[in-house]
Structures are given as C-alpha cells and as structure tokens.
C-alpha cells in the first residue's frame, strides 16, 4: 500500500488534514500540533517503517518521560497521565485532552508508572486506507505544506 508510486502521488494537504484530526492533538510538526508526545518535525519520520513501528505499537518502545502514570486518590479519583513537575507538596499532571491538574499529595492513595504509552493504539483502524498513505506522505516530505 505504500509504495513509493503511491507516496509519490498521494495528496500532502490531505494527509495534513488527517495529522491534524488524528495525530496533531499531541504532536507537533512544524511549530503546530499538541505536547503530549514528542515533536515530529526533526524525528525520523521520512522512514515510513518508523512511523508504521510507533503507530502500531506505540508501547514497545517508549522514552521514560512519556510513560503512563496512574494516581489514585483517597477521593476516588483516578488520573492518567504525565506529570510535568513536582515539588513536595503537588504534582501538576498533563491530561491528554484535559486542562493540567493540580494534585495535593497528601490525597495520594498509589501512584504507579505503568509500561504503557499515552500514545493510544489502533489510530490507524479509524483511517481509510487513502487517508493512511495521504499521512504518511505529508510526514515523510521535508517541504512544508500549507
Ligand atoms: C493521545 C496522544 C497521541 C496521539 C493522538 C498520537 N501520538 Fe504519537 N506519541 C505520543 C506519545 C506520548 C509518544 C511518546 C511515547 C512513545 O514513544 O510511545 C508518541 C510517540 C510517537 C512516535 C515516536 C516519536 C519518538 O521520538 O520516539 C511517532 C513516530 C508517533 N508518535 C507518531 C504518531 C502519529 C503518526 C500519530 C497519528 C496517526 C500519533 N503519533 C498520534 C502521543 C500521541
């Protein structure tokens, strides 16, 4: 399916559109997009095997600072997420589509870092096959697209 004919021919806006609804809520490209996870504009992302490794799998490899941390408190409350910083009293968390959250920890009832990814799987089941090679596409060229 990603053949370089069909890279070669795909439609860059296209696949722009598609890293913004599918991808851009927590990458950057070029200056725009989310911080979830890590900017994509210097990775190596012209290797379609890189990109297809990371969106496949996104667990099997994962730097430490983007793992999964999960808090429960003695509230109830449970938060999936990374945290951004502490000191003795707080941890501020960054929630994927939510606001930052402030936690006090004295509630704290566990905290753990799992093994898992914030970067979900199965992105590319909710994609039509045109869109996957349109993304790739866009991700693979060094032009910028408009
Ligand atoms: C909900 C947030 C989220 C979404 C949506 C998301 N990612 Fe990620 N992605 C992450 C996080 C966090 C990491 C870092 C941890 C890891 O490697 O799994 C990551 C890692 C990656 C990496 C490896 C980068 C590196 O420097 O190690 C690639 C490539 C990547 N994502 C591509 C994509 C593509 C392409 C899409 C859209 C189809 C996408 N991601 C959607 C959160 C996300």
Redesign the pocket.
């Known amino acids: 399916m990603l053949t370089a004919q069909a890279l070669g021919t795909a439609d860059l806006k296209t696949g722009k559109t598609?890293?913004n609804k599918?991808?851009g809520?927590?990458?950057k490209m070029y200056g725009e997009g989310?911080i979830?996870?890590?900017d994509?504009t210097g990775?190596?992302?012209t290797d379609p095997e890189?990109?297809l490794m990371?969106?496949l799998e996104?667990?099997a490899?994962?730097?430490d600072d983007?793992?999964m941390v999960v808090i429960n408190t003695r509230d109830g409350r449970t938060y999936s997420g990374?945290i951004i910083s502490e000191n003795q009293r707080q941890i501020t968390m960054r929630i994927?589509?939510q606001d930052q959250v402030v936690i006090n920890k004295s509630g704290i009832l566990s905290r753990e870092v799992t093994d898992v990814?914030?970067?979900?799987s199965g992105?590319?089941e909710n994609?039509t096959q045109a869109e996957i090679v349109n993304?790739m596409a866009y991700?693979k060229t060094n032009k910028r697209v408009e």
Do not use: A, D, T
């Open positions: 598609v890293f599918s991808c809520s927590c990458h989310g979830v996870g890590p994509l990775s190596n992302r890189y990109i990371n969106v996104p667990s490899e994962i730097q983007y793992k990374n994927v589509g990814s914030m970067m979900p992105l590319f994609l993304l991700l």
